[in-house]
T-cell receptor
Framework: GQNIDQPTEMTATEGAIVQINCTYQ??????LFWYQQHAGEAPTFLSY??LDGLEEKGRFSSFLSRSKGYSYLLLKELQMKDSASYLC??????????WGAGTKLIIKP | GAVVSQHPSWVICKSGTSVKIECRSL??????MFWYRQFPKQSLMLMAT?????????EQGVEKDKFLINHASLTLSTLTVTSAHPEDSSFYIC?????????????FGPGTRLTVL
């Protein structure tokens, strides 16, 4: 079956670095997405990885290892506004997104 | 670019009425649009995939006669919740995938919060 696993909740301190891990199993693979979702709002796109390695975009970076079925989202210089849920989603061979349950990130001053 | 709108943003209705939600891609054409439902503190649940000019593909457990989807043009898809009941109260989100490019990203609308009394 298809499955996405990520931690339910994480806590970090303002200004610090946090890494949110995601493991995936999909029928075929057309990429791994990370989305940010604030409470009561729709998800917004953060990153897309289809090849192994690290993609850096400002304070956010995303890593993919296809052989391990593993990805992580790295957030640097955390700000209070980064408090949100972070959704990992794998795209299968039918180009459908398989969603994780999301990781709620709590930032403390 | 790549903006998706949804209308209405929120709706409150009485049990038994039907509610139509519109999803529009404002600055791109979308051959494929997706409809999701999200209950509080839960992840997105794909309800159906809609392709322009053809019937929608519904996920297992989603009643196609209750959740009517019409994708009449490359920029508009509608979801109609027929005979809504309180258990249909949820956050409904659409997303659209641009046509004609290799990129697989989906762009999300802002969501519609439905409350059925």
């Amino acid at each position: 079956g298809q499955n996405i696993d990520q931690p339910t909740e994480m806590t970090a301190t303002e200004g610090a670095i946090v890494q949110i891990n995601c493991t995936y199993q999909t029928s075929g693979f057309n990429g791994l997405f990370w989305y940010q979702q604030h409470a009561g709002e729709a998800p917004t796109f953060l990153s897309y990885n289809v090849l192994d390695g690290l993609e850096e975009k400002g304070r956010f970076s995303s890593f993919l290892s296809r052989s391990k079925g593993y990805s992580y989202l790295l957030l640097k210089e955390l700000q209070m506004k980064d408090s949100a849920s972070y959704l990992c989603a794998g795209m299968d061979s039918n180009y459908q997104l398989i969603w994780g349950a999301g990781t709620k990130l709590i930032i403390k001053p | 670019g790549a903006v998706v709108s949804q209308h209405p943003s929120w709706v409150i209705c009485k049990s038994g009425t039907s509610v139509k939600i519109e999803c529009r891609s404002l600055d791109f054409q979308a051959t494929t649009m997706f409809w999701y439902r999200q209950f509080p503190k839960q992840s997105l649940m794909l309800m159906a995939t809609s392709n322009e000019g053809s019937k929608a593909t519904y996920e297992q457990g989603v009643e196609k006669d209750k959740f009517l989807i019409n994708h009449a043009s490359l920029t508009l898809s509608t979801l109609t919740v027929t005979s809504a009941h309180p258990e249909d109260s949820s956050f409904y989100i659409c997303s659209a995938r641009p046509a004609g490019i290799d990129y697989n990203e989906q762009f999300f609308g802002p969501g519609t919060r439905l409350t059925v009394l």
